[in-house]
């Protein structure tokens, strides 16, 4: 399966207690919703069906189909949930999944190629883009005041670089 046909949905982040519980950090705009979809697979495709037994926030704990103790779910440490896109609802007009942006070509204000967007991060202060390019990499905040223009048809985001991005 191709990167853009799943979406990032959560990591499991520790192992929780001695019966096999993990601790799951969830991507999803509802995080007790990443359960919702389905099973879950990793970036190799295994399977995780998850049972959510309680959380607060994006952090939840869930019991994983075939995982009874701690050894087991700490050796899932770092694991990254996906699910595939098309067990998501559509997305509206202007609308898109942060997986949508990787990829995409990121041009400056005067047209030309800045570079690629590599990865969305959200460090807790907003989202942020990973962007790979002749620049080296950067990282930008993902304002409408930076990236005013996502063209997810064209395969182009608009970037106008914070101040001092550019200097060398």
């Not at 509802?30 to 995780?48: C, S």
């Not at 075939?66 to 098309?86: E, I, M, N, W, Y």
């Amino acid at each position: 399966m191709l990167p853009r046909d799943r979406v990032l949905m959560g990591v499991i982040a520790a192992a929780h207690g001695v019966r096999g519980l993990v601790r799951v950090k969830s991507f999803a705009a509802t995080p007790g919703a990443i359960a919702a979809y389905g099973p879950l697979e990793d970036k190799h495709g295994r399977p995780y069906r998850l049972t959510l037994k309680s959380g607060t926030g994006d952090m939840l704990i869930a019991a994983i189909d075939g995982v009874s103790d701690r050894d087991q779910a700490a050796r899932l440490k770092g694991t990254q949930l996906f699910v595939p896109r098309d067990a998501l609802p559509a997305t509206g007009s202007g609308e898109f999944y942060h997986a949508d942006l990787v990829g995409l070509e990121v041009r400056l204000q005067d047209g030309s190629v800045f570079g690629t967007v590599r990865a969305v991060h959200d460090f807790g202060a907003g989202d942020a883009l990973e962007i790979a390019g002749k620049h080296g990499e950067v990282m930008v905040p993902f304002t409408t005041a930076a990236v005013p223009v996502v063209d997810i048809e064209g395969g182009f985001l608009m970037l106008d670089p914070p101040i001092g991005l550019l200097s060398e």
